[in-house]
C-alpha cells in the first residue's frame, strides 16, 4: 500500500490543447460492436470488502442518503441508503475502455438532486487513452458520454486531491472541469461539449494541473498545484464572473502550502477552509497545513491542528501532509481534516467545533471494528486507523456521520467513537490469480495486489481468515495448486517477510519456504508445482519486466536450484496428471519446451509460435495429460494434444486472452471451458461445452469491468460457475439463471 499505483497495479499498454466536442451515448453502455446473449448469467462480486484506494467520497447537498464515492482504477459507485450498499455504475465500461476505470472527478448538481458527472481517466501517458465525461439524469443508471483530448491520471500522483469537477453555482447548466495539464475546461450545455477557457497559470507537461474546483457562494476557487509555494507563484483562483480568473489576495505560501490539496465551504461562517501539502499526494508528502478564508473580507487564518516536523515516537520526524477537509452543514464553524502520509504515528481525522481554533483527534477514542472485512487487520491483532486518507466526507443531514477512505476502506462512524467500513458493494482489488479447488471448504483462493492471497470460504462475506499470513504480503503475484494433491498449495507475492509460502490445508494456514533463491527478494515471479506437490518451479521476474534464471526445489522450498536449460521469462505450467512432467512457453522466441523428468531439463518441442508478449498464457486440462491452450491474446487461441509437440490454432476464436476450466456440462466428457478473448470484433466473457467448436457469450453489456485478461477459471464442484479476475473490481463470479 505504500507505494505508487502506476507500478503496484496492471498497466495495459501528448498533452492535446482542447477538448473534443463529440458525444457518445451510453445506454447503459456503449457497445463495442453488436451483441447478443445466449445464456443468462447472474454475475457478482466474490465479497473481500474494499481492498482498493478510495479517492472521493460526495455527500448530495439536498439529498438525504445519497452519496458517491470514486476509486483510482475501480470505477464510481452510489450509496443506496434502503440497502446499505454501493451500486458499481461504471462497470459497463468495457475491453477498449479499460482506461476509463479511473475516475479523475466527480460532481452533483445541488439543484438537480437525479444528475451526476464523472470525470474519466486512469494514466496521462501517452499509451493510455484520452479522458472522457459521463452525465447522467438519473443517479448513474444510464450515462451519456463525450469523449475528450486530454487524459486524466485516476491513478496517479494527486488522485486523491479534491474534485476537480464542478456544476457552477450561478448556471447548472455549466460546468467547469479542471486537468493535470491543460488548463481549465468549461462546458454550458451539462457536460454534452467542452472548450478551454482562460486560466492565469501555465500547464506543464508533468505537473498536477488543477488540483480542486469548489464552489463559495457565487465564486468558484480553483488550486493549482503546480506552484513553488512563494507568493510570485500563487497556488489559488478564483472567479466571481465565470470568466476571469485571478490569484486570491493574501494566499498562504511556503513549503508547507505548496500544493492546494482540497477544500470544502462553510455556508454558514462563508469562510473557505483549504488543507494543503508539499507534494500532491498521497505518497511523498512531509509537510503541510490547514487554512481559512473569510470570503466575506479576504482574511486568511492559518487553524493547522498540528504543524509536521515533530518528533516521533519511532525516534525520527513526524513527516506529513493533510488531505481530506469537510464542513457541516447544520453545524456553522464544526469541520474535520485528516493527516496523509503520516507513518510512524499514524493518520487521523480531526474535529473542530469553534472554526479551527481547536481540534480533537478522532484516533485517539476511536473504537474500530472490522469483524465483517477481517483482512483489515493485516495479519496483526489490530487495523491501523489509516493511511492514505485524502477522501473525507460529512453527512450533511447527520453530524455524527463522518467517513474518511484509506488505501483499502472506507471506514464510517455514526457517533464519533465506533467506526467500522462502511464498504459493502464496493469492491476495488486488482485481481492477479485464481484457484478453484476441488475439494475443501472453499471453492475459491484469490492473489491480488494490495492484499494477498485469500481464502474464500463462502462468496458472500469477506474470508474470515482475512488476507494470508506468515508471511503476509503486499501484493500477490501467483497461486499454484497440486492437480493430485489438492491441499498442497504454494503463493509468491512481495512480502517484507519473505516472498513465497506453502500451505497443507488447501490455503487456509501457511509456512514460509525455508529458503529462496536470493534474487526473489525483488523479482518474485510466479510459480507451479507438479501435479503431486513433489517439485516447485519458480520463473523469476521483476514487476519492470526484467527476467531471471527459473529455480527448482525438489525439497518444498529448503533447497534451490538454477534450471540452466529453461529460457528466462518462460510462463510455466505443470501436468495434470503425470507428476513428472512440465512444460514452459517462451514467449520471446515462440517455442514451447517440455520436461519428462520433474523439471531437471527442459527440451524444446513445438517452435514458431507467436510471440513478442510476456502476457501470454499457457493452460492444462484437468485430468488431462499433454492437453495444452495457448492464449496467445490477438494471434488466437492454439491447443496442443500431444504434449506441445504440435499446436493446432482454433478456428472458432479470432482472440484470447485468458482461459481455464471448470466442470463439465450434463452429459459432456470435456470439461467447460471459459474464456475472456473474441469471438468476433470484440472482446468478451464466454464458455465453451464441446472443446472450444462453439462458444457462448456469458457477460452482457451492463457487465464489463474494463480489462478482463489476467485470469479466469470455472468451478471444478460447480457447472456454469466461473470465477472472473478483474484489474480494479475484484473477483467476479457468474452462475446461469
Not at 214 to 243: E, I, M
Not at 403 to 417: E, H, I, N, Q, S
Amino acid at each position: 500500500m505504500r507505494t505508487s499505483r502506476l507500478s503496484r497495479r496492471a498497466v495495459l499498454a501528448g498533452t492535446a490543447a482542447a477538448a473534443a466536442l463529440t458525444t457518445a451515448p451510453l445506454l447503459p453502455g456503449r457497445a463495442e460492436a453488436a451483441e447478443s446473449v445466449a445464456t443468462a448469467y447472474r454475475w457478482r462480486n466474490a465479497v473481500m470488502g474494499g481492498t482498493g484506494f478510495i479517492t472521493g467520497v460526495l455527500f448530495h447537498p439536498s439529498v438525504r442518503g445519497l452519496a458517491y464515492a470514486r476509486t483510482d482504477i475501480g470505477g464510481a459507485y452510489r450509496w443506496d441508503d434502503r440497502t446499505d450498499r454501493w451500486i458499481p455504475l461504471t462497470d459497463h465500461l468495457g475491453w477498449d475502455d479499460w482506461n476509463l476505470l479511473g475516475v479523475e472527478a466527480m460532481a452533483v448538481d445541488p439543484a438537480h438532486p437525479n444528475r451526476v458527472y464523472l470525470a474519466l481517466g486512469t494514466y496521462t501517458q501517452p499509451w493510455a487513452g484520452n479522458g472522457a465525461v459521463l452525465r447522467s439524469e438519473d443517479r448513474g443508471a444510464t450515462w451519456k458520454r463525450t469523449d475528450l483530448t486530454v487524459k486524466f491520471g485516476g491513478n496517479e500522483d494527486g488522485r486523491g486531491c479534491g474534485e476537480r469537477l464542478l456544476v457552477d453555482p450561478r448556471d447548472c447548466d455549466t460546468l467547469w472541469l479542471g486537468t493535470r495539464h491543460d488548463g481549465v475546461l468549461k462546458s454550458t450545455d451539462r457536460g454534452a461539449t467542452w472548450k478551454p477557457v482562460s486560466f492565469p497559470a501555465t500547464p506543464s507537461a508533468t505537473g498536477q494541473g488543477i488540483t480542486l474546483l469548489v464552489a463559495a457562494g457565487r465564486s468558484v476557487y480553483a488550486g493549482w498545484g503546480d506552484s513553488d509555494g512563494t507568493a510570485d507563484h500563487p497556488n489559488l483562483y478564483r472567479t466571481s464572473d465565470g470568466k476571469t480568473w485571478e490569484p486570491v489576495p493574501g494566499q498562504p505560501t511556503g513549503t508547507a502550502a505548496k500544493v492546494p490539496i482540497r477544500a470544502a465551504y462553510d455556508r454558514l461562517t462563508r469562510e473557505l477552509y483549504v488543507t494543503y501539502a508539499n507534494a500532491p499526494g498521497p505518497n511523498g508528502q512531509s509537510d503541510g497545513s490547514v487554512h481559512k478564508l473569510r470570503t466575506a473580507n479576504g482574511k486568511w487564518t492559518e487553524v493547522t491542528p498540528v504543524k509536521p516536523g515533530g518528533a516521533s515516537s519511532d525516534g525520527g520526524t513526524d513527516s506529513f501532509g493533510y488531505g481530506g477537509v469537510a464542513v457541516d452543514a447544520r453545524r456553522p464553524g464544526t469541520l474535520v481534516v485528516s493527516t496523509n502520509n503520516r507513518w510512524a504515528e499514524i493518520d487521523t481525522v480531526f474535529r473542530s467545533t469553534d472554526g479551527g481554533r481547536t481540534w480533537k483527534s478522532l484516533k485517539d477514542e476511536a473504537v474500530l471494528d472490522v469483524a465483517e472485512t477481517p483482512y483489515l487487520n493485516w495479519g496483526k491483532d489490530e487495523p491501523k486507523f489509516g493511511w492514505w486518507i485524502q477522501a473525507v466526507g460529512l453527512d450533511p443531514f447527520d453530524s455524527e456521520h463522518v467517513v474518511y477512505g484509506t488505501g483499502a476502506t472506507l471506514y464510517g462512524t455514526r457517533d464519533l467513537k465506533h467506526w467500522a467500513p462502511q464498504i459493502r458493494g464496493l469492491e476495488e482489488a486488482s485481481v492477479v490469480a485464481l484457484v478453484s479447488p476441488p475439494t475443501g471448504e472453499a471453492h475459491l483462493i484469490s492473489g491480488s495486489r494490495d492484499i494477498g492471497v485469500l481464502y474464500h470460504e463462502r462468496l458472500t462475506a469477506s474470508p474470515s481468515r482475512g488476507m494470508a499470513t506468515n508471511p503476509v504480503f503486499g501484493s500477490a503475484i501467483a497461486l499454484a495448486q497440486a492437480a493430485a494433491k489438492p491441499s498442497y498449495v504454494v503463493r509468491t507475492g512481495s512480502g517484507d517477510n519473505g516472498n513465497s509460502a506453502w500451505s497443507k490445508d488447501g490455503g487456509k494456514t501457511w509456512t514460509p519456504f525455508a529458503s529462496q533463491p536470493a534474487v526473489a527478494k525483488d523479482a518474485p515471479g510466479p510459480i507451479v508445482t507438479n501435479a503431486d506437490g513433489s517439485v516447485l518451479l519458480w520463473s523469476l521476474a521483476h514487476w519492470d519486466g526484467t527476467v531471471y534464471p527459473a529455480h527448482r526445489s525438489a525439497d518444498n522450498g529448503a533447497t534451490w536450484s538454477e534450471v540452466t536449460s529453461l529460457p528466462k521469462g518462460a510462463v510455466l505450467v505443470a501436468d495434470p496428471v503425470d507428476p513428472t512432467c512440465c512444460y514452459a512457453y517462451d514467449t520471446t522466441a515462440g517455442t514451447l519446451y517440455a520436461s519428462t523428468d520433474s523439471g531437471l531439463t527442459f527440451t524444446a518441442r513445438a517452435t514458431g509460435l507467436s510471440s513478442g508478449d510476456a502476457g501470454f498464457q499457457l493452460a492444462a486440462a484437468p485430468g488431462r495429460s499433454g492437453d495444452l491452450w495457448l492464449s496467445a491474446k490477438a494471434n488466437g487461441l492454439y491447443r496442443s494434444t500431444d504434449g506441445g509437440a504440435t499446436f493446432t490454432k482454433v478456428g472458432s476464436c479470432r482472440s484470447s486472452h485468458t482461459l481455464g476450466f471448470g466442470k463439465a456440462a450434463k452429459g459432456a466428457a470435456y470439461p467447460a471451458i471459459y474464456m475472456a478473448g473474441g469471438i468476433e470484433d470484440f472482446n468478451a466473457i464466454y464458455r465453451s461445452d464441446d472443446e472450444a467448436r462453439t462458444w457462448t457469450r456469458i457477460n452482457d453489456d451492463r457487465h464489463r469491468w474494463g480489462w478482463t485478461g489476467a485470469a479466469i477459471t470455472g468451478d471444478p464442484r460447480v457447472y456454469g460457475r466461473v470465477y472472473l479476475a478483474t484489474n480494479g473490481r475484484g473477483v467476479q463470479y457468474g452462475e446461469p439463471v
